[in-house]
C-alpha cells in the first residue's frame, strides 16, 4: 500500500508594520540595548496597534499571503487549525474567524493552545488528518499577539516578545517528502514557572485581579531557560538519531525564537553550524507560535526540494516538541 504523507506545499506570513526597537524600550523600562541584546539576540519586534484588532488579523493576513502565492481556492480548504494562546476571544475560536474572512466557508476550524510549542502541535495534527485520506487541503497557521497580553514595566518579559503569525498549507503526497516524524512532549509541572495568573475558570477578571496586574505573562526567566535548553535539544537529538540526520544531511534546524542562547544550545546538540539555523529573532522577537512558521515564510525562497528541516520548540505548559519534515517543493 502506498504511503500517504503531508507535505507543505505553500507558506504565508505577517508581521505588524509597527518596529518596537530596544532603543524605545529604554524609554519604558529600565534596561539597554546591549543588556537585551546580549541575553536574547533581539534589536526589535513587530506590534500590532490599533483599536479591535486581535490576532486575527495576523492570521488572516498570513493565509491570504499564502493562498494568493499557491493560488489556492479558499472553498477547497477541508481544515484550518490557528495555533495561539492569545485567541481573540474565549470563543468562538478564532479560527472559526480566520476560515469565515479567508473564504474558507467549507472547512471546519479549531485552536490550539501549546503557546511556543503550538506549531508543531498543530502541525502534527493536522498532517494526520492529511496522512488518515480524510482531509485534502489543511491549513495551519501559528500566530500570537502577545503585546495584548504583555506588561511594559516588566523589563523581564516584555523584551522579549513581538506579535507575528505565519502559516503554511498541508497537502497529500505519495512522493518521500512531507512530515516524516515528529516527538511531542508536555509536563503540568512547568505551570509555576511560566503562565498568566488570572483571566480564565480559576480567576476569573475582577477589579481586584486587574489591580494586581494578573493579566500579563509572569515568567521565572532562569528556571525556563534551564528546561528549554534541556528538553528542546533533547527531543531535537530524539528525532535526529531516530532518523539518521546529522550535521551532514540536515540542511535547516528550524528552533523557536526564544532566545538565542538556547537556539545555540540546540544547533549545538545536533551538530549543526549557525550557517544552517535559520534566525530571525533580531527583527521579530518571541512571537510564541509564530516563531516557525515565520521563520519557513523568511527562508522559503533558499528551501529546495528534499531539503531536510528538524523543527524544535518550547513552552508555557511546560509543553515542547521536535519534527523531521523533507521539502516537498523548490521555491521561486
Not at 265 to 276: F, H, L, P, S
Request: a negative charge; hydrophobic letters at 40%; aromatic letters at 8%.
Amino acid at each position: 500500500m502506498t504511503q500517504i504523507r503531508a507535505a507543505i506545499t505553500g507558506v504565508g506570513g505577517y508581521v505588524p508594520d509597527y518596529v518596537l526597537t530596544n532603543q524605545e524600550l529604554e524609554t519604558m523600562v529600565e534596561t539597554s540595548d546591549e543588556w537585551i541584546t546580549s541575553r536574547t539576540g533581539i534589536k526589535e519586534r513587530r506590534i500590532l496597534k490599533g483599536e479591535n484588532q486581535g490576532v486575527s488579523v495576523l492570521g488572516i493576513a498570513a493565509v491570504k499571503d499564502m493562498l494568493a502565492k499557491t493560488k489556492t481556492d479558499p472553498k477547497e480548504i477541508d481544515l484550518l487549525i490557528f495555533a495561539t494562546v492569545t485567541a481573540d476571544m474565549t470563543f468562538p475560536a478564532t479560527a472559526n474567524i480566520v476560515a469565515t474572512a479567508v473564504g474558507a466557508t467549507n472547512a471546519f476550524s479549531f485552536d490550539m493552545a501549546a503557546a511556543c510549542s503550538g506549531f508543531i502541535y498543530a502541525l502534527a495534527t493536522g498532517a494526520s488528518f492529511v496522512q488518515s485520506g480524510m482531509y485534502k487541503k489543511v491549513v495551519v497557521i501559528g500566530g500570537d499577539k502577545m503585546s495584548a497580553i504583555m506588561d511594559y514595566t516588566d523589563r523581564t518579559t516584555c523584551i522579549i516578545f513581538g506579535d507575528g503569525a505565519g502559516c503554511v498549507l498541508l497537502e497529500p503526497t505519495t512522493e518521500n517528502v512531507g512530515v516524516i516524524d515528529s516527538v511531542l512532549k508536555s509536563d503540568g509541572a512547568g505551570e509555576q514557572y511560566l503562565h498568566m495568573k488570572a483571566g480564565g475558570s480559576r480567576f476569573p477578571a475582577s477589579h481586584e485581579s486587574i489591580d494586581k496586574r494578573m493579566h500579563f505573562v509572569y515568567q521565572e526567566g532562569s528556571a525556563v531557560f534551564k528546561f528549554a535548553v534541556t528538553n528542546m535539544a533533547d527531543v531535537a537529538g530524539q528525532i535526529a538519531q531516530r532518523n539518521n540526520l546529522n550535521a551532514d544531511n540536515i540542511s535547516w534546524l528550524v528552533p523557536h525564537q526564544a532566545n538565542k542562547r538556547i537556539i545555540d544550545a540546540t544547533a549545538q546538540r545536533v551538530g549543526i553550524t549557525e550557517n544552517k539555523v535559520m534566525m530571525n529573532i533580531e527583527r521579530y522577537g518571541n512571537t510564541t507560535a509564530g516563531t516557525i512558521p515565520l521563520l519557513l515564510w523568511d527562508y522559503e525562497k533558499q528551501l529546495k526540494k528534499g531539503d531536510n528541516l528538524l523543527l524544535a520548540a518550547f513552552g508555557g505548559g511546560f509543553t515542547w516538541g521536535a519534527m523531521y519534515i523533507k521539502w516537498a517543493y523548490d521555491s521561486k
